[in-house]
């Protein structure tokens, strides 16, 4: 009955949606092997060739710059100037036009357009070396930067600009610093010799040498995500049952107390939340700990890679937080075991800002670098939704703890962003 079902045939539907998408990607790499033929192009050498360019761009990158002047540079940038910047991995330097430039906390950020109708987003931290204006075009009114009609009428501007009638960029080396110095001018001799690096049109041959790597590196993405899709809904029902099985959750067919509460958790994270209430970790602690508590399943670590280190303001919650881990290395083994998705790592992140929030502390205190105000609002609500699910679960003592605490937490900014009270 379920491989007939009709979930089963909304699982095989997606999993035609994933193959028209990998046949996309393989008719865009098509297409761009084919333009790079009409280029006179082996697409091995425009791989390698973007293979140097990367590299060149990497040890610029780590080869110290004049950061101050680099900011400065992009503060006099308008709407309208055009500028050139690396292609993003493709050879050389191209045109683009300034369309917005704002300040962020990373410093100044400039939105600019290539010739193709494509924005890219450049920070201070980007480049290598300052920019200058080389030249400046009228933009479309009324200016809307973020209108796909503005954008497609400023690169059509920019596409009738002769850059031979453009002045050229003052040569501004990086500020190097020992090792790394020496190492950028052999890596841009090394791109300097390449035979493409002499290509008149080596800008676009390094853009489609960058197509093809994005698409190729997508198709196996996506081909390892079809491998895991083409089990149906019976075999994910099974391994699903296993887990349950495994964490007391269900006995034979039957839901156990614990797989009672799990029913009443909605999380990403809920079989987690469940294991660690009928592990006792949530007992005995007021609502500020408590609070920082929950915050280790609602808080979203940020970047590549696993969370840093946690930064958990007592002891006891380092040890509690330990606890926690171990629970989760112990459901996550078992649901990769079973080529099943893994619960998110837990992550304390917001605990220290949670647990002075929940203590009476102002917004200005709870914030630091790393936190901004829209950031704080956003895990606090997480956290309240959390918290609320709990205090209808746990013991009386950590159910009321639980309550006072997503009450104290909804104040101020947090209730007016509309988090439930």
Request: with cysteine; charged share 25%.
């Amino acid at each position: 009955m379920l491989g007939r079902s009709f979930a089963q045939f909304q699982r095989d539907a997606a999993l035609v949606g994933r193959r028209a998408h990998l046949d996309r990607l393989s008719a865009e790499v098509s297409e761009a092997t084919a333009e790079l033929a009409g280029l006179a192009v082996d697409p091995a050498d425009a791989a390698s060739y973007l293979e140097l360019v990367v590299a060149e761009r990497r040890q610029a990158t780590r080869t110290g710059v004049d950061a101050e002047a680099v900011q400065r540079s992009l503060s006099r940038l308008v709407p309208g100037d055009l500028i050139e910047l690396p292609g993003g991995g493709g050879p050389g330097r191209r045109l683009l036009v300034v369309i917005a430039t704002s300040q962020r906390k990373r410093g100044v950020q400039v939105d600019a357009l290539t010739a193709r109708g494509k924005v890219v987003r450049t920070h201070g931290g980007d480049l290598d070396r300052p920019i200058e204006a080389l030249g400046h075009i009228d933009l479309p009114v009324p200016y809307q930067p973020r209108d796909p009609a503005f954008t497609k009428a400023a690169a059509s501007r920019l596409r009738r600009v002769n850059p031979k009638r453009l002045r050229r960029a003052k040569p501004s080396g990086a500020r190097g610093a020992g090792a790394g110095a020496a190492e950028l001018p052999a890596a841009r001799r090394a791109l300097e010799a390449h035979h493409l690096h002499g290509h008149p049109q080596r800008e676009l041959v390094g853009d489609l040498a960058a197509r093809i790597a994005a698409a190729r590196h997508s198709q196996d993405r996506r081909g390892q995500g079809m491998g895991r899709s083409n089990a149906d809904l019976l075999e994910r029902l099974d391994a699903v049952r296993h887990a349950l099985e495994h964490f007391d959750h269900l006995d034979g067919w039957r839901l156990t107390a614990a797989g009672r509460r799990l029913r009443s958790i909605f999380h990403e994270s809920d079989l987690l939340v469940s294991i660690s209430i009928g592990s006792d970790l949530l007992e005995g602690l007021d609502p500020p700990d408590l609070a920082a508590m929950v915050s280790c399943f609602t808080h979203e670590h940020r970047g590549s890679g696993r969370p840093p280190p946690p930064r958990l303001p007592t002891r006891g919650l380092q040890d509690r937080f330990g606890e926690l881990r171990s629970l989760w290395r112990r459901l996550s083994t078992q649901e990769a075991g079973l080529a099943l998705p893994v619960t998110p790592e837990p992550s304390a992140g917001f605990a220290t800002a949670a647990r002075m929030w929940c203590s009476g502390a102002g917004l200005g205190i709870c914030l630091d670098d790393d936190l901004s105000g829209g950031d704080f609002v956003r895990n606090a609500r997480n956290l309240v939704d959390l918290l609320s699910q709990v205090a209808g679960l746990g013991s009386p003592g950590t159910a009321s703890a639980a309550a006072a605490a997503a009450d104290v937490i909804s104040r101020d900014v947090v209730l007016g962003s509309g988090a439930p009270r």
